[in-house]
Each structure stands twice: as structure tokens, then as C-alpha cells.
């Protein structure tokens, strides 16, 4: 059983403090149950461990003046920009033993990061969306007339003992010319987009809630319950 808590907007540096508390209570007692944080964020900018500051386009003071946070995390990946309107969900897994429910001997990182893949595509499935995978890029994509655009970003972390946080960041209905301000993923060949954007009508994270939840536990092949925040 994976139990989903949606928690509404929160700073960035909280969520991540609830994240490694959570991690460490999950080293500490390998039997508490995995979860998956439901959320949004104020605007923030954060660079994982690829991240590179050429890709943040304006520097941090002049982002904090206009009330933007910028962040280093232990996460994988480039830049990304997190902001209201945005799906961003942080999977607490013990992923050993999720793979070993699913029939595998040992985590696999990549099929993680498939799954999380997978469980957007068909999210966004019900919306009419067809979501699709970009090879040499983690994340999802949708095509556009001026090419492919990034509609989700992911980016993880795994400990030593196979307990997963951060995640994903799915764009509903974001301000998006807050991506003006850096390079995102990292990709400059490529834009972003919204799911509002390519749907032509406002849409709100909490409008994805069920559609995500639902195709997570198909995904993951486990049962999923939603508990307040």
C-alpha cells in the first residue's frame, strides 16, 4: 500500500526537509509504508547535480528580487523551475522492496525512471494528450507544431538503501514564462509547454490528482490510498 498526500503549495526548502526526514525514518524502519507527496511550489528555480549556473539566465539576486528561490539539490539532473500551477510529485519508495513485489531481484534505477515516465503518459492519456518518451532525455514530451516540447521533467534521487525522493514536476497551468529565466533541463534546442497551453482551457494541479494517483498504482502495480495533508 502507497499512500498519496496532497499538501497544496509549500516552500521548497520544507518539502525537502519532509523528504530527507522521511528517507531517514525509512533507513531507520524499512517497514514503513511508502508514499507518494502531492504538491506545489512558490517559484523556485532548483539545479540537480548536473546543473550547470550558465543554464540560470539571470543571477540570484536579481531572482530574489523579483521573489524567486534558487536551490542546489541532491537530485539528478540540470535547472528546473518549479512554480503554482505545476503537478510536483515526490515518491517516497522503499524501491527494494517494490521491485521485489514486482517479481525482480534488486532495484532498477532505469525502469524507476520509466515508470515515472509511464505513469505521466498515461495521466495525460485521459486529457487527450499523447505524451511520449524523447531518447536521450529523461522526462516527457509532446509534440508541438514547432517541434517537440518537454511537458514533464524528472528528477531523482536514490540512497544506498534504495529509498527514493524528489520526482517529477508535471506542467498544468504554470506561468511559463518563468522558463524564460533559465535554460531548462538544460535542453536549449527544445521549449517547454503546458497542458493548459496545448488544451486551450484553464486547468489546475488538483484537477490531475486522480489521473495521477490512479496511474500510479497501475504503474507500480500497487494498491494506493489518498490521505488529506
Known amino acids: 500500500m502507497i499512500f498519496a498526500t496532497w499538501l497544496g503549495q509549500i516552500d521548497y526548502d520544507a518539502a525537502w526537509d519532509l523528504q530527507k526526514e522521511m528517507v531517514a525514518a525509512r533507513v531507520e524502519a524499512a517497514e514503513l509504508a511508502d508514499e507518494l507527496l502531492l504538491l506545489e511550489h512558490p517559484p523556485t528555480y532548483t539545479l540537480g547535480r548536473s546543473g550547470k549556473l550558465d543554464h540560470l539566465l539571470l543571477d540570484e539576486g536579481s531572482l530574489a528580487a523579483q521573489g524567486f528561490t534558487v536551490r542546489w539539490v541532491d537530485r539528478g539532473g540540470d535547472i528546473t523551475y518549479h512554480g503554482p500551477g ?79 525522493s524528489h520526482g517529477f514536476a508535471l506542467n498544468v497551468n504554470p506561468d511559463m514564462s518563468h522558463f524564460g529565466h533559465i535554460v531548462p533541463c538544460g535542453i536549449s534546442e527544445h521549449g517547454v509547454v503546458s497542458m493548459a497551453e496545448i488544451l486551450a482551457r484553464p486547468l489546475t494541479p488538483i484537477d490531475l490528482l486522480q489521473p495521477i494517483t490512479e496511474a500510479f498504482a497501475q504503474v507500480f502495480a500497487t494498491e494506493l490510498a489518498v490521505v488529506n495533508g
Open 86 to 164: 505545476q503537478l510536483v510529485g515526490y515518491p517516497i519508495l522503499n524501491l527494494q522492496r517494490l521491485f521485489q513485489l514486482q517479481g525482480f531481484d534488486k532495484p532498477d534505477f532505469h525502469r524507476y525512471l520509466r515508470n515515472l515516465e509511464e505513469m505521466i503518459i498515461m495521466a495525460l492519456a485521459g486529457f487527450g494528450i499523447q505524451g511520449w518518451r524523447y531518447d536521450g532525455y529523461t522526462g516527457v514530451w509532446v509534440d508541438r507544431p514547432d517541434g517537440p516540447r518537454k511537458i514533464a521533467a524528472i528528477g531523482v534521487r536514490v540512497n544506498a538503501k534504495g529509498i527514493s
